[in-house]
């Protein structure tokens, strides 16, 4: 309903971030990440990040509904024009959107084929040492820790996830949503 993101330091006293967030859309809900020091938001029209004290547009970064880290670097899902894909920034640098083909260099990671027409519905995160991806019918996880060697493998073509925001951790096992209720890994 505007274009103000608001902060408290614990206290429960909120105040609008500033310098203010503006020029994107407010009718697109945001996902957020805090990572490599700073607020990394994302709503398929602008990915912005704050770092305490100053609001910017990442210029360069794809644009998706999804957003989250894996390995000091920012990703970004869901991502337009590319929606069975995954993006990843330079290694600690979430600007880095620009491939030098150097191993710290930013990826771009299909998930079953170039675009297979199947979204990306979930980032799930971290789990043991892969980073699991969700679309609605499989389920997907990231091994590695550079552009190098980078591997994506398929956990699951029968069970998905249905919304990003139902993953959850605990008590060492894996929570979410998929088409056939509640899951647990």
């Known amino acids: 309903s505007s274009e103000t993101f608001f902060q408290h330091s614990g206290n429960c006293q909120w105040t609008a971030i500033t310098p203010a967030l503006a020029g994107f859309d407010s009718?697109?809900?945001?996902?957020?990440?805090?990572?490599?020091?700073?607020?990394?938001?994302?709503?398929?029209?602008?990915?912005?990040?704050?770092?305490?004290?100053?609001?910017?547009?990442?210029?360069?970064?794809?644009?998706?509904?999804?957003?989250?880290?894996?390995?000091?670097?920012?990703?970004?899902?869901?991502?337009?024009?590319g929606q069975s894909r995954i993006r990843l920034s330079g290694d600690l640098d979430g600007t880095d959107w620009t491939s030098t083909g150097a191993d710290t260099s930013p990826a771009n990671i299909?998930?079953?084929?170039?675009?297979?027409?199947?979204?990306?519905?979930?980032?799930?995160?971290?789990?043991?040492?892969?980073?699991?991806?969700?679309?609605?019918?499989?389920?997907?996880?990231?091994?590695?820790?550079?552009?190098?060697?980078?591997?994506?493998?398929?956990?699951s073509r029968e069970v998905g996830c249905l919304e990003d925001k139902t993953v959850q951790e605990k008590n060492g096992c894996l929570y979410w949503l998929s088409r056939r209720g509640m899951e647990k890994m």
């Open 27 to 81: 009718t697109k809900d945001w996902d957020c990440v805090q990572a490599l020091g700073k607020l990394w938001c994302s709503n398929t029209s602008t990915t912005i990040t704050w770092d305490g004290s100053s609001t910017s547009a990442v210029s360069g970064a794809p644009v998706g509904s999804l957003i989250d880290s894996f390995r000091n670097r920012i990703i970004v899902g869901n991502v337009t024009g």
């Open 110 to 155: 299909a998930l079953g084929g170039v675009n297979d027409g199947q979204n990306t519905t979930c980032l799930m995160g971290t789990y043991g040492d892969a980073y699991y991806i969700g679309k609605l019918d499989s389920l997907w996880a990231l091994y590695g820790f550079s552009r190098a060697d980078f591997a994506v493998r398929e956990i």
